[in-house]
């Protein structure tokens, strides 16, 4: 549980290792911890705010890496100490290793404050021993060697579990598996989608209010209408996001519209749609003519969809709670564009939730992979004839991915489209198939695959 009071840097360390509690031990979201925590506490300094962030986001990256360090240096194994003093000493080796700005000494002194206070005092002198020795032979680690545990050394260096690594591997080889997982690593600028409706004096005007606001705004290279964010604290206050000028969308995302050949007046229906950006991204494609249906599970999801929605100001898109495994007989043949962006692994994001990692197993891969298959077994019979099914996902998983299509096209009506046409020119060589996997570390996106399927006539 979260514990309440006014916070400072000294208390901030202590907010962090309950979120960390939170995270890891009962399994909790970290985008959804670390969002909720920050609007609770908004009242914090913001160099306190970026502290607990940078530490707690650091620390779920480089957790694996953090107890290989640990277990060198302490008698009792990362996995036999207690919840509490196993996350304060992956918190406080996270800033030793990884954060210079901070003073060793402070660290450790802090840490073994923070175990005192939390009725640990017996474990005051453990605490201090194991991070005073490793501040003194930090650049003595024994890490894995690369030339001869390629396996080993990726894992533990980048904090991959093992057999994820060797799944990455033997799936993209060992070079392009290791510019992903250091793309995982990089710190990402948020990524926005400027209404398309914008003219460029309405968008220049926009984007030197955001800079005059401090933050940084570059124009991504794939798309005209997607821009990249750095130095900002929150979207709300950023000008234009009230009155709907923009939403936050990776440019993979955005992809799936421009991919989708959507036209004036088509019928779109999105079957997963929270928390909107295809819908509404699909509602512009249209100019105000044609409709878009924008559906999900749960009736949060289809309020989130619902507040963007209201937001954007779109007027040619409903919502409705809707199982995407139910088959909806009112709308068999009708849709021109049926977008499936079906609930996936995520392992193509991981840069952005990385306790993802820690989570995922074969056995939900598996899991999910049987679902996205019921949900496509249903979701076709949407699409008129002629018309096109856009199956995406935001993960670099073959089972999720090339593998679904393949077993979806020997099953049902519809043949693989190129949509190389439809693609920036940085990615037009790709896509001819009907298939694209984006890749972190190889394309400037989130891990993301995106499969174009044309109904038989």
Known sequence: MIRKGIYNLENTRELAVDMLLEIVEKNNYSHLMIRDV???????????????????????????QIDYALDQFSRVPVSKMKPFIRNLLRM?????????????????????????????????????????????????????????DPVSYLSVMYSMPKWLTEKFINELGIQQTKNMFQSFLDIS????RLKESLDEKEKDHLIKEMEAGKAVVKKHSYLDYAYCLENIEGMESLPGFSEGLFTV??????????????????????????????????????????????????????????????????????????????????DIEKADVVIADLPCSGLGIMGKKADIKYHVSSESLMQLQCLQREILSVVWQYVKPGGTLLYSTCTVNKGENEENVKWFLENFPFQAEDFSAFLPEE???????????????????????????????
């Open 189 to 192: 600028p948020v990524t926005i």
């Open 38 to 64: 920050l609007n609770k506490y908004n009242y914090m300094d913001g160099r306190d705010k970026a502290f607990l962030k940078r530490v707690t986001e650091g620390t779920l990256e480089r957790m694996i």
């Open 249 to 330: 969308q990776d440019v993979s995302s955005m992809l799936v519209c421009e991919c989708a050949g959507i036209k004036e007046k088509d019928y779109v229906i999105d079957v997963c749609a929270s928390p909107g950006g295809k819908a509404l991204h699909a509602a512009e494609k249209l100019k105000n003519t044609g409709f878009v249906s924008a559906r999900d599970l749960t009736f949060h999801k289809v309020e989130l969809i619902q507040d963007n929605i209201d937001r954007m100001k779109a007027c040619n898109i409903e919502t409705f709670v809707q199982d995407a495994k139910d088959l909806c007989s009112g």
């Open 92 to 148: 406080s080796v996270y800033q030793l290793l990884f954060m210079d700005a901070v003073p060793d000494s402070a660290v450790c002194n802090e840490a073994v404050k923070l175990a005192g206070k939390r009725g640990f005092r017996s474990l005051q002198g453990f605490v201090n021993g194991v991070l005073r020795n490793i501040s003194r032979n930090k650049q003595e680690i024994s890490w894995p060697k690369e030339e001869k």
């Open 427 to 457: 990615l037009a060589k790709e896509g001819k198939d009907g298939m694209l996997q984006l890749l972190p570390g190889k394309h400037k996106t989130d891990g993301f695959f995106i499969a174009k399927l044309r109904r038989e006539v």
